[in-house]
């Protein structure tokens, strides 16, 4: 039987980017549908970080661990100008839950289970030395720290836009704003997909042996789209974070720290130059598209940062933006919130769709390997016969070159201000060299036009060339990074609009409109 493609992936964040990847590259015929953008839900809502989950220790989840710190290594290796080591502190006090003993015995064991790794080893510090590191810390009643280092990614948007593109360049369809409206099988067997085209409001359907659900907090709700929908899967909580200015005495390092008020685990980081805390943990069970922060969650983030930092005196008025998202979680109702696990699950539902698998849970910093996992069940249920998984060993697009010589070949181009060149090179890596020929070409498209991140209008003709953007806020939010400036974009905004009519051919009707919709959509990041 011809089908229209060998595989379907269903969700456009980073799990589905990687799978298609993967795929892709091992020969196979790939169609990736996402209802929104890329990157539209759980994973630009994480805390950016790639990390071994230094807190999964407590629970036993040794495989867990000693997976994610092999990721983070890898990603280090493949994605270099989005991935950062990050040195991270544990302020110890006498009054928590976790005595310095105890940090010191699962900071050895990390550092065991992350034999070979390319990051220094952790060092337990006593009081003096800890204020010495972080003079602004809460001094009274603290018993010393310990420092060790994770990575973090600070766009974690462009990670996923990079293993679409990568996806695209062997072969993969991407398909944005196409919502999958029911799941097709007979006899048992997937059939493939029939879905909408939100932008031409026209529905079609696709055919494929194999469909994959990697939708995250939505799995569920692509499931009822099956004639038979199976039981519910996931049990999702949700977790806010807030961004603020640097205070005085700021963390210099990033921040693991035990709440006071719950004893819950959450981080100040450095991060975009101001600051990222977070994040709650709290059950959800409604739309993950309408999820939103409360006030209590606020609160609790401010409070318990104040108390760490007493210099800090952080408000409300303090904060630039808040972001709020679903952890796609399996279902465990029995258990506490922070006890659910974080490894990932591959159902196959045989019993209703032969060749129909969903991808619940995993982590940002397990990405690769899951995808690798998914692709391998893949490759056996086609028989596939093609090459052999490459990810772990290839390059991202944005480090198709060493770094090095990329920075070189910028610090050549004078119609580029060094801001500016530094900011390319962290969101586009090697592919900032193509941003540079357009203003070799053109000098005035290497004017800024965002006073915060140093971005310039080169990027936004760049990015709806090559980057498959259909908004402004696409452009914005998850190619060039300007919305994630502490005015998250508001002051790029008649730049970028001027030269989506000039260079790119909006009409005044349309860009008005994309005005409108960024605004709307950037609102409900605020206070």
């Known amino acids: 039987m011809i089908t229209d493609f060998d595989l379907i992936i269903i969700g456009g964040g980073i799990n589905g980017a990687g799978i ?34 230094l807190r999964y220790l407590e629970h036993a989840e040794l495989g867990l661990v000693y997976e994610s710190l092999h990721e ?51 060092k337990m510090l006593d009081a003096r030395e800890a204020l010495e590191e972080l003079p602004a810390l809460n001094h009274h009643g603290l ?51 029939r879905y909408t085209d939100l932008r031409s409001d026209r529905q079609y359907d696709l055919s494929a042996p194999v469909v994959v659900n990697a939708a995250g907090p939505w799995v569920d709700r692509v499931l009822e789209k099956m004639s038979q ?54 059950r ?6 309408e999820v939103c922060t409360e006030e209590a969650e606020i609160s609790y983030l401010l409070s318990e940062t104040n108390r760490v930092f007493p210099d800090a005196k952080l408000d409300k008025k303090s904060i630039h933006f808040h972001y709020t998202g679903v952890r796609p979680l399996p279902r465990k109702e029995k258990k506490a919130e922070g006890d659910i696990t974080r490894r990932h699950i591959i159902k196959h539902h045989r019993r209703n769709a032969k060749g129909f698998y969903s991808v619940i849970g995993g982590k940002l910093t397990t990405y690769r390997n899951l995808a690798e996992e998914v692709t391998d069940r893949v490759v056996r249920r086609l028989k596939h016969h093609g090459a052999k998984c490459q990810t772990a060993r290839q390059p991202l697009p944005g480090a198709a070159v060493k770094i090095s010589w990329v920075v070189d070949q910028l610090d050549n181009c004078d119609y580029i201000s060094p801001e500016s060149r530094v900011h390319l090179l962290n969101v586009y890596g090697s ?51 300007i919305g994630l400036s502490p005015d998250q974009g508001r002051a790029a905004l008649p730049k970028a609009l001027d030269i989506a009519r000039h260079h790119i051919g909006w009409s005044a009707a349309r860009a008005d409109e994309e005005e409108r919709r960024y605004l709307r959509e950037i609102g409900r990041l605020m206070c």
């Open 229 to 282: 929908p199976p039981r519910r899967f996931m049990g999702g909580t949700k977790g806010t974070h807030i961004v603020v200015p640097r205070f005085p005495g700021q963390p210099k390092v990033a921040c693991y720290l035990e709440a006071e008020s719950d004893g819950r685990p959450f981080f100040i980081l450095p991060w975009n130059n101001m600051l990222l805390i977070g994040t709650t943990d709290i």
């Open 284 to 289: 959800f069970d409604g739309n993950p598209g």
């Open 143 to 193: 018993a010393g720290a310990a420092t060790y280092f994770d990575a973090q990614v600070t766009f974690a948007e462009r990670l996923v836009v990079e293993n679409a593109l990568a996806a695209r360049e062997a072969g993969a369809q991407i398909r944005t704003y196409s919502r999958v409206d029911q799941i097709l099988s007979s006899n048992r067997l997937i059939g493939g997909v």
């Open 431 to 481: 592919r900032a060299l193509l941003i540079r020929d357009l203003v070799k070409k053109n000098p005035r498209l290497g004017d800024e036009i965002c006073p915060h991140s140093h971005a310039i209008a080169a990027e936004i003709i760049f990015v709806y060339e090559h980057e498959m953007p259909t908004t402004l806020a696409d452009v914005l939010l998850r190619r060039t990074m």
């Open 20 to 53: 298609a990847r993967d795929a892709a590259e091992r020969g196979m015929r790939v169609c990736l549908l996402e209802q929104g953008d890329l990157c539209n839900g759980t994973t630009r809502w994480s805390s950016r970080l790639i990390h071994g989950g």
């Open 72 to 122: 983070r290594e890898t990603l280090l290796r493949i994605a270099p100008h989005l991935v950062q080591p990050l040195k991270l502190l544990i302020p110890i006090y006498k009054s928590g839950r976790r005595s310095k003993f105890l940090i010191a015995v699962g900071m050895g064991l990390y550092d065991l289970l992350s034999i070979g790794k390319s990051l220094p080893n952790h």
